[in-house]
């Protein structure tokens, strides 16, 4: 049995309790099983030596800390992990080519993470602490349509564009106006009138909506000429009818195409 302590770093603030994990842990008197990382000043949990007792979880103010026991054979399909102490990501989607693959869940369950390696730019490190060269990435997926997929994207023969979850941090790197940003992105006209965005073409990207913002991402996106397109959470900010016109452009641009979708909206 493999045992997973993973301390959500966002939410564990030492500063802010009586570091209960560690005061509580009927282990840690005998051996350093829970500590304080000197780099993040976040909690860590050794997991050779955690016994699996829960009492950390509970006594955690901040709800920061999960233990979860998982079966020995999964061990070996773990792709990433964040050191020290962070989550596990046991499997990937494999991408089609012509077809849409969608990534659903809930938040801090890894969807960004996923997108992030199919994109090329985070590198799988087979959950080891040191990391893994490309060629081991590669052949830790032999056998199935991931071998193909890394191969290529690693060999150059895949480019690959991402739209970030994150569309409110473009108004920091892009200025001015809408219709100035389209035409440096390349954005065509059709898609700027199917996705509403002519008519903004004179307003600064400092003061679109949270909704523009995000047909704007999903445009410049679409705009780039690539193999592999990968969306995360393109649905964001927008009503009912926007999100369907702008999953049935996502569907007709990216035909015959490599695409993922990452979502926690079933209607799109």
């Not at 901040?62 to 999964?74: C, H, K, M, Q, S």
């Not at 659903?104 to 590198?123: D, P, S, V, Y």
Request: aromatic share 6%.
């Amino acid at each position: 049995m493999v045992r997973i302590a993973v301390v959500d770093r966002d939410s564990c603030d030492p500063k802010k309790c009586g570091q209960e994990c560690i005061k509580y842990c009927p282990v840690n008197r005998s051996g350093k099983v829970v500590w304080l990382d000197e780099a993040t000043g976040k909690a860590v949990i050794s997991e050779k030596l955690c016994i699996g007792c829960g009492i950390c979880v509970h006594k955690c103010p901040f709800g920061a800390i999960t233990i979860t026991n998982l079966p020995d054979e999964l061990e070996g399909e773990c792709v990433h992990r964040y050191f020290p102490g962070g989550f596990k990501l046991y499997r990937l989607p494999a991408p089609r080519r012509g077809q849409i693959v969608g990534v659903m869940g809930r938040n801090a369950l890894g969807k960004t993470t996923i997108a992030r390696i199919l994109a090329g730019e985070l590198a799988p490190n087979l959950c080891r602490e040191g990391g893994a060269p490309q060629a081991e990435v590669v052949k830790s997926f032999r056998g199935t349509e991931l071998q193909t997929y890394f191969s290529e994207l690693y060999g150059r023969r895949l480019r690959a564009v991402h739209k970030i979850q994150y569309i409110e941090l473009i108004p920091m790197y892009l200025r001015g106006r809408v219709g100035e940003i389209a035409e440096r992105a390349k954005i065509p006209r059709e898609l700027m009138d199917r996705l509403g965005l002519s008519k903004l073409a004179d307003r600064d990207v400092s003061q679109l909506s949270g909704g523009e913002l995000q047909k704007l991402a999903v445009a410049a996106a679409l705009a780039k000429d690539a193999d592999v397109y990968i969306f995360d959470e393109p649905a964001t900010h927008l009503d009912v009818v926007e999100r369907i016109r702008v999953a049935e452009v996502i569907r007709e641009k990216t035909a015959g195409k490599y695409a993922v979708v990452v979502e926690h909206d079933l209607t799109v």
